[in-house]
């Protein structure tokens, strides 16, 4: 795997987005982040530049990825507003496939639900009744979620769609179970999401997979 210094970061202005984006600086990592609205981000770091934009835009997604060695992203739904989900990833296939080198190798590592299915689960009953509750409460949103991942098996990047179950805003909790199948728990904390979608960045374990995680 190549070497990792610039990160590209979506979503990096959420309730997640927070925790990732601390602790890539905490481990001495290049942040390049799109946000929509910079004036209302926090966190101020000589290592962090800042597009602004929208992951919706195919073109700003290019111009963030320009000078990074991978991306993450933490991008939600934001009620009432144009669906995200789908268009982001193409968005960032296309800005990958566009990529002069290590386009195959590039990492996209990106945050979902336990609503997204997969042809390898094997759901159990709390999962599927999340998953259920999901497709008939925003089925819009399932669905769009559900194109996302379409895009990303029908393509070469190098994704890990990480499924999560209700995250708890706060620092970490240090054990992450991982579960192919099912989610192996009910509860996340942020703090652990982050933790281990930067391990992915080195990590080729669940390279075009969709591991659950929980604590
Ligand atoms: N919260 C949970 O319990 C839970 C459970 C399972 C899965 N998830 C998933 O985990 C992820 C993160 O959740 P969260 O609660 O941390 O989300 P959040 O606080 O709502 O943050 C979402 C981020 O996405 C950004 N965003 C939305 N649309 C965008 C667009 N078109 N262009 C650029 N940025 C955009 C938002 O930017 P703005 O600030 O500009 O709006 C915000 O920074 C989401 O994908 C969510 O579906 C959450």
């Not at 060695?69 to 800005?95: F, Y």
């Not at 599927?128 to 990047?157: E, G």
């Not at 989610?183 to 075009?208: E, H, W």
Request: glycine share 8%; hydrophobic share 40%; proline share 3%.
């Amino acid at each position: 795997m190549n070497q990792i210094h610039k990160i590209a970061v979506l979503g990096g202005g959420g309730r997640t987005g927070f925790y990732l984006v601390s602790q890539l600086l905490d481990q001495g990592f290049q942040l390049k982040l799109l946000l929509r609205n910079p004036g209302h981000f926090k966190i101020q770091n000589t290592n962090i530049e800042i597009v602004k934009g929208d992951a919706l835009d195919g073109d700003v997604v290019e111009r963030v990825l320009e000078g990074c060695d991978a991306v993450i992203s933490t991008v939600g739904q934001r009620k009432g507003e144009p669906l995200v989900a789908g268009q982001a990833t193409m968005n960032m296939i296309n800005a990958v496939a566009k990529r002069q080198t290590n386009a195959e190798n590039f990492r996209y590592i990106l945050l979902a639900g336990l609503n997204v299915d997969t042809p390898f689960d094997k759901k159990g009953i709390e999962t599927q009744k999340a998953t259920d509750w999901m497709k008939a409460t925003f089925p819009d949103i399932h669905a769009d979620r559900q194109k996302s991942y379409a895009l990303l098996s029908a393509s070469n990047v190098s994704w890990t769609m990480v499924r999560v179950p209700f995250i708890e805003f706060v620092e970490t909790k240090g054990e992450i179970k991982v579960g192919l199948e099912d989610s192996p728990g009910n509860k996340i904390s942020a703090a652990d999401i982050a933790a281990f979608m930067i391990r992915q960045l080195t990590d080729n374990a669940y390279v075009r997979k969709a591991p659950f995680i929980s604590n």
